[in-house]
Each structure stands twice: as structure tokens, then as C-alpha cells.
């Protein structure tokens, strides 16, 4: 089936890192943009990071920019988010999602995964 699977949440200190990863299953990501959303408790899901079919460009929330960086290895079929200096309210499912198209234009027809859950707690 055509999936997305995250992986590389967990617990994490404040000031510290985590990569997720996600990796499409019987597709081919190189013609479509992907990006990171995220669902905090009690708020609705928020768009985090996107990147372009190939990987020129880039769009980040204000709330991440400079924190976090996404990037894409169309080789291996694998989208990428690092996040560095984490803070308490960066806890929340990360949800990697392929978008319609090659641009970071949201629609009504993506692909999601199930999320990975990030917690950032002392």
C-alpha cells in the first residue's frame, strides 16, 4: 500500500536533538514536495517544514526557524527533520506528509503518516 513511516521520536531533555525519518513505501518521492506537521497537545495540527520535489527549496514555521532542518534523499526514498535545541513546546506526534504536488501548496489530497511522538521534558 502507499504509506509513509516515521521513526526517531522519543524523549528528549531541553537543548537537545532528535532526527525523524520517514520513508515512502510503493511510491517514488522525487516528484512531490514533503513536509513535517506536528500536533501539540490541546492545539490543532500545525504545519513545521516543508521541501520541494528537489530539494532546493525550503519553507519553516517562525516558531522553528534556525532550530530545525529538513532535507530529502530522493536515492533513498527518505525524508528527513533535525531538530537541535528542542524546547517543551516542540512536544507533539510529528507527522511526515507528502503533498499534492512538487510545491509546499497545501491541498486536500495528501499522503500521512502515523506520526512519531516527540517529547521534550526535563
Known amino acids: 500500500q502507499l504509506q509513509l513511516e516515521e521513526s526517531g521520536g522519543g524523549l528528549v531533555q531541553p537543548g537537545g536533538s532528535l532526527r525523524l525519518s520517514c520513508t515512502a513505501s510503493d511510491f517514488i518521492l522525487k516528484n512531490y514536495a514533503l513536509g513535517w506537521f506536528r500536533q501539540v497537545p490541546g492545539k490543532e495540527r500545525e504545519g513545521v517544514a516543508c521541501?520541494?520535489?528537489?530539494?532546493?527549496?525550503?519553507d519553516y514555521a517562525d516558531s522553528v526557524k534556525g532550530r530545525f532542518t529538513i532535507s530529502r534523499d530522493n536515492a533513498e526514498n527518505t525524508v528527513y527533520l533535525q531538530m537541535d535545541k528542542l524546547k517543551p513546546e516542540d512536544t507533539g506526534v510529528y507527522y511526515c506528509t507528502r503533498y499534492p504536488t512538487w510545491s509546499c501548496t497545501r491541498g486536500s489530497n495528501h499522503l500521512w503518516g502515523k506520526g512519531t511522538l516527540v517529547t521534550v521534558s526535563s
Open positions: 521541501i520541494v520535489d528537489s530539494g532546493t527549496g525550503t
